[in-house]
């Protein structure tokens, strides 16, 4: 039998799950985003729940429920968003990548353009 969990940890916990929210809407707006808008949100959203979860993880250690069931679904509910984000970052990556280069390109055949039609002599 795994040993109840102090109050003071599912507090924790609470926190982590709400958190968690947090975590997800700021994500959702930063994401599709090719502004860098929401960057700064985002990021703190998810250096703060990194904070908590190593906090929190240092606090069952101390009171012996490491492998209590909730801290156990809340390290699975991390996991899981972080390997989320982590692929979603990578798309995102990927798309501002190809749209930088599409970019160059446009940029590189309208300067080519302007010098063969005189265009840019003054």
């Given at each position: 039998?795994?040993?109840?969990?102090?109050?003071?940890?599912?507090?924790?916990?609470?926190?982590?799950?709400?958190?968690?929210?947090v975590?997800?809407?700021a994500?959702?707006?930063?994401?599709?985003?090719?502004?860098g808008?929401?960057?700064?949100?985002?990021?703190?959203?998810?250096?703060?729940?990194?904070?908590?979860?190593?906090?929190?993880?240092?606090?069952?250690?101390?009171?012996?429920?490491?492998?209590?069931?909730?801290?156990?679904?809340?390290?699975?509910?991390?996991?899981?968003?972080?390997?989320?984000?982590?692929?979603?970052?990578?798309?995102?990556?990927?798309?501002?990548?190809?749209?930088?280069?599409?970019?160059?390109?446009?940029?590189?055949?309208?300067?080519?353009?302007?010098?063969?039609?005189?265009?840019?002599?003054?």
């Amino acid at each position: 039998m795994s040993p109840a969990v102090p109050e003071v940890l599912q507090s924790r916990l609470d926190v982590l799950q709400r958190l968690g929210v947090v975590v997800d809407k700021a994500a959702a707006r930063w994401l599709p985003d090719q502004t860098g808008r929401f960057d700064q949100e985002a990021l703190n959203s998810i250096a703060e729940a990194r904070r908590v979860i190593e906090l929190t993880v240092d606090l069952a250690l101390a009171h012996g429920c490491a492998e209590a069931p909730a801290v156990l679904a809340m390290r699975k509910a991390w996991e899981d968003r972080f390997a989320t984000l982590a692929s979603a970052i990578k798309q995102k990556h990927t798309s501002l990548t190809e749209s930088a280069q599409i970019r160059s390109r446009q940029t590189q055949a309208a300067k080519a353009y302007i010098g063969t039609k005189g265009l840019g002599q003054a």
